[in-house]
């Protein structure tokens, strides 16, 4: 009834007031007054979309807290993170891909040094890359725009030159998986 209503809400709002501290923690900011309202209702905010895309609010508090601890290892901010996470779930990636794509992603951004705007656009070549099912020749321009050797990736991911990698794209004969994995490939050795 009433009562059950009311823990499961003061429940919610404890978990988010947890969730904001560790983030607050994660970003270096103390956490007072308004400013904690208002990361706690952002957090809840959080808490629910990561619940209906993970189908549980315990595997949406264990993403909220994976990334606030990532966000402590690189430059980007928690929200910078969640927002990529979010993005790359909506795309199509698993709750297991997430976290280790971002690192790699993170890697190279900042070896590159190209920011909260590289962040966004690799996470999107990618994700569209995701979405479609295939390796498309505008998201490996994307990312080679950004900096990062996809081209030769890919080809060496497939065994050919670049050439016939460009090819094979054209024709639609690579998968986005195999794609996705010469970027790993390509950023684990590179960054």
Request: hydrophobic share 55%; aromatic share 6%.
């Amino acid at each position: 009834g009433v009562e059950a209503s009311i823990n499961r809400m003061s429940s919610g709002i404890s978990n988010a007031m947890k969730l904001a501290a560790a983030a607050f923690a994660a970003s270096g900011v103390a956490a007072f007054g308004t400013a904690a309202v208002k990361m706690a209702g952002d957090m809840e905010q959080s808490r629910i979309a990561f619940t209906t895309m993970l189908g549980s609010a315990r595997a949406a508090d264990a993403m909220l807290r994976d990334l606030a601890a990532f966000a402590m290892t690189t430059p980007f901010t928690f929200i910078d993170l969640q927002d990529a996470a979010r993005r790359m779930l909506a795309l199509g990636f698993s709750a297991q891909q997430v976290l280790p794509m971002l690192t790699n992603i993170g890697n190279a951004v900042a070896g590159l040094g190209l920011g909260k705007e590289g962040l966004d656009r690799i996470v999107l070549a990618l994700g569209q890359m995701q979405a479609k099912g295939r390796v498309m020749t505008q998201e490996m321009n994307q990312l080679t725009e950004a900096g990062i050797r996809a081209w030769d990736a890919l080809a060496a991911k497939i065994g050919v030159s670049v050439p016939e990698a460009m090819k094979k794209v054209e024709l639609g004969e690579v998968s986005a998986a195999i794609g996705i994995a010469a970027f790993m490939a390509e950023t684990d050795k590179s960054f």
